[in-house]
């Protein structure tokens, strides 16, 4: 059966410093990887998404930025936090017109 | 820009009640989805719809999709508080690989 994983829970990192969120899906070949961040209690705003190795499409300019160095591996990233990329971060995979399956998230505090 | 605007934002009931959430777009999906979404978790499938005016139903749960396929509707018999949590309604366009998540609708029954 198809998991994702997606690591760390909670992340609690100063202004100025670098992050990298990982996500590995386990169980399929070749998905479409996504990366959303969350307001509190709100819907989900798309950052990238990924439809095989080494392609990134970014959907909102930002200081993150986004890699996919394997095929079920999804890496998210930056060189300097600011207070605004404080959020809830989830990742997610899915095939070609299917649902998505989310990993259980990633809560970012930028101190 | 696609957008979907979910009503109401937030809705607090007593068990037992019955409730409508509504997704609404100017734009036509393909197919749309309604995820249920725990505190501290990612979003989970319910169901998906893909024909106009298709009626799904999951237990005490009523999904309809619009006729045009601009909106839908999620209807909930007899809310019971494991019903509690924030639903997303999400359109997915054959034209793009990605979904386009609602506004969100945060669910409160309580005993």
């Known amino acids: 059966s198809q998991t994702i994983h997606q690591w760390p829970a909670t992340l609690v990192q100063p202004v100025g410093s670098p992050l990298s969120l990982e996500c590995t899906v386990e169980?399929?070949?070749?998905?479409?990887l996504y990366w959303y961040r969350q307001a509190a209690g709100r819907g989900l705003q798309l950052l990238f998404y990924s439809v095989g190795i080494g392609q990134i499409s970014s959907e909102v300019p930002q200081n993150l930025s986004a890699s996919r160095p394997q095929d079920r591996q999804f890496i998210l990233s930056s060189k300097k936090l600011l207070l605004s990329d404080s959020g809830f971060y989830l990742c997610a995979w899915s095939v070609p017109r299917g649902g998505y399956t989310f990993g259980s998230g990633t809560r970012l505090t930028v101190v | 820009t696609q957008l979907l605007e979910q009503s109401p934002q937030f809705l607090s009931i007593q068990e037992g009640e019955n409730l409508t959430v509504y997704c609404n777009s100017s734009?036509?999906?393909?197919?749309l989805q309604w995820y249920r979404q725990e505190p501290g978790e990612g979003p989970v499938l319910l169901v998906t719809v893909v024909t106009g005016g298709e009626v799904k139903k999951l237990k005490r749960l009523t999904f309809q999709f619009g006729d045009a396929r601009k909106d839908s509707s999620l209807h909930i018999t007899a809310a019971q508080p494991g019903d509690t949590g924030l639903y997303l309604c999400?359109?997915?366009?054959?034209?793009?690989?990605?979904?386009?998540f609602g506004t969100g609708t945060r669910l409160l029954v309580s005993p």
């Open positions: 999400a359109g997915f366009n054959t034209g793009f690989q990605k979904l386009v």
């Open positions: 734009s036509v999906f393909s197919s």
């Open positions: 169980g399929t070949s070749n998905p479409n």
